[in-house]
């Protein structure tokens, strides 16, 4: 019988009537978590209909639905997520088909203030190797206002004539040095950049306020708790120290849990290590360093003896490093830099974001190197046709195979990589536990299939695992943080599940279908 202290003044939460998701055995038959204050203060089995309810504390009947910890998107990009939700998705639009290009942008011009800017974003990046795509093909169907679409991973973008015109863009612009401005034969901007987007979103929100993130981060974030997301991690590699201040004073107590990485250089490992007492506020939380490693002119970027080097001195100031690798060439690097980082800091587990193709040589080195892999399974479902026109059939198990990536790397956390793929746990769960793509394909072997519970696991244990957070959350347990939502499993793979997410102890989202009542 459990007794409750009537005076306790704290915020108070009862479910009852629920299937808990554990793997501790004394917490497994129970059915009823008490709620107070921000942390789960009581997990115990009470008969149905014989429990105690506290005084002034609401009671959710459960009915039997399955309460899981909050799920934690161990890699989203938090501002650009945010920016895009005023801006129309071209995800869906097949590489080759202008019309469907053309179509959308009619369209949107009818449901549009003329003084308005059009922004778009997913494109597919074969539209921007094609030399006819370019700023005047974009002047056909929209020459009075300005227009920009981004690419899928949003490392390319294309402006109509009128765009440039306004943002004053021309060759000898000072501000788009460090990327690639497209030229054409004739020696003319093609409007087509590469590698410029956050210079060119600069300029964009300079002149107007259509594309501003911070307005749509309250929407963003009650979009997240609508599925049941709690914690995220945003996995910029340009991130400032001061974004550690910027967001906590955005994100109110109610809002979300930011883990925040850094953008990995020799000034920010040496100005974090003198300053990280202080650097954790209420909801963000500085959880390691992000390395951007790419292939640029054929080389890797940063090099190998610059990566190692990086690494080593993360680590030796107490730091996590989570390196973007997605090639084999590229996770090989990395795991030889884990490797000679391993062998000074032993304590240390680095992250390799993405870690796509995880080919038999990798995987052979991975087997002997501790590290944790944050991995997309969404881009199974909406990039998988794709990888599977453009990789031959015998290289498509080593596309995210994730039971091998799980049984190989020390934890497997999942992820959406938003805004690439929209930030729903619930695709990432239908392809991780089919394989599925979009036009139903399945890609590589049903071997690398995943079970519910392992999946549930990736997104919620594991996640808080891989940012270092596994002592205050991501597991349903007296004295952790009160971060859950409560699922209807009958519905994944057909709709949304979430049917209540709790944050920090408060109600945020409410689908109204469990009862609730006030005592
Ligand atoms: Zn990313």
């Given at each position: 019988m459990t007794t409750y202290d009537s005076m306790d003044s704290r915020n108070l939460i009862l479910l009852t009537n629920c299937e808990i998701y554990t793997k501790n055995p004394t917490i497994a038959g129970c059915n009823n978590i008490l709620i107070a204050g921000n942390k789960i203060s009581d997990i115990f089995y009470a008969p149905p209909g014989k429990h105690t309810v506290?005084?002034?504390?609401?009671?959710?009947?459960?009915?039997?639905?399955?309460?899981?910890?909050g799920i934690n998107d161990a890699h989203i990009h938090l501002l650009s997520s945010a920016a895009v939700m005023n801006q129309h998705s071209m995800h869906s639009i097949h590489p080759k088909d202008y019309d469907m290009i053309a179509k959308t942008l009619a369209f949107i011009k009818t449901k549009h203030n003329?003084?308005?800017?059009?922004?778009?974003?997913?494109?597919?990046?074969?539209?921007?190797?094609?030399?006819?795509?370019?700023?005047?093909?974009?002047?056909?169907?929209?020459?009075?206002?300005?227009?920009?679409?981004?690419?899928?991973?949003?490392h390319a973008i294309i402006l109509n004539s009128k765009a440039m015109q306004m943002l004053h863009i021309s060759q000898t612009d000072d501000s788009l040095l460090h990327g690639v401005m497209d030229v054409a034969g004739n020696g003319e901007l093609t409007g087509k950049f590469f590698d410029l987007n956050s210079a060119i979103f600069h300029k964009i929100n300079a002149?107007?306020?259509?594309?501003?993130?911070?307005?749509?981060?309250?929407?963003?974030?009650?979009?997240?708790?609508?599925?049941?997301?709690?914690?995220?991690q945003d996995a910029g590699h340009n991130n400032k120290i001061d974004k550690l201040q910027r967001l906590s004073l955005i994100t109110d107590?109610?809002?979300?849990?930011?883990?925040?990485?850094?953008?990995?250089?020799?000034?920010?490992?040496?100005?974090?290590?003198?300053?990280?007492?202080?650097?954790?506020?209420?909801?963000?939380?500085?959880?390691?360093?992000k390395i951007m490693l790419s292939e640029a002119t054929g080389d890797y970027l940063p090099a190998k003896s610059e990566l190692e080097y990086l690494v080593k001195l993360s680590n030796s100031k107490n730091f996590r490093v989570a390196v973007h690798a997605v090639e084999e060439q590229a996770i090989d690097m990395t795991l030889d830099a884990f490797s000679s980082a391993h062998k000074f800091y032993p304590d240390i587990i680095n992250r390799i974001e993405h870690c796509s193709e995880y080919t038999d040589s990798v995987i052979e080195k991975a087997k002997t190197i501790p590290f944790y892999s944050v991995t997309q399974p969404g881009f199974i479902l909406h990039r998988g046709d794709y990888y599977i026109e453009a990789h031959p059939k015998d290289k498509h198990n080593d596309l995210y195979p994730?039971?091998?990536?799980?049984?190989?790397?020390?934890v497997l956390a999942f992820s959406s990589d938003s805004?690439?793929?929209?930030?729903?746990p619930w695709d990432g769960f239908i392809s991780a536990q089919s394989r599925n793509t979009l036009r139903g394909n399945q890609l590589g072997t049903s071997n690398e299939r995943l079970t519910f519970n392992e999946i549930v696991d990736c997104y919620t244990t594991n996640g808080a695992i891989v940012e270092g957070s596994q002592d205050i959350k991501g597991t349903l347990a007296v004295g952790l943080l009160a971060d859950l939502a409560i699922l209807d499993p009958s519905c994944i793979g057909r709709s949304n599940p979430t049917l209540l997410t709790i944050l920090n102890g408060n109600i945020v989202w409410d689908s109204e279908a469990l009862v609730l009542t006030l005592h």
């Open positions: 506290p005084e002034r504390c609401i009671e959710i009947d459960c009915f039997r639905n399955l309460v899981i910890p003329q003084s308005e800017w059009i922004g778009a974003y997913g494109l597919d990046d074969r539209f921007f190797l094609d030399q006819n795509f370019d700023s005047q093909w974009l002047d056909k169907f929209a020459v009075n206002e300005p227009v920009f679409i981004s690419n899928e991973t949003g002149f107007t306020n259509q594309f501003n993130a911070d307005n749509n981060l309250p929407k963003l974030f009650t979009k997240l708790h609508q599925k049941g997301i709690t914690s995220v107590v109610n809002a979300i849990r930011i883990g925040l990485m850094i953008g990995c250089n020799i000034q920010n490992i040496n100005d974090l290590a003198s300053i990280h007492q202080e650097i954790d506020t209420n909801m963000v939380k500085f959880i390691g360093l994730l039971r091998t990536m799980q049984e190989t790397s020390h805004p690439v793929i929209p930030p729903n």
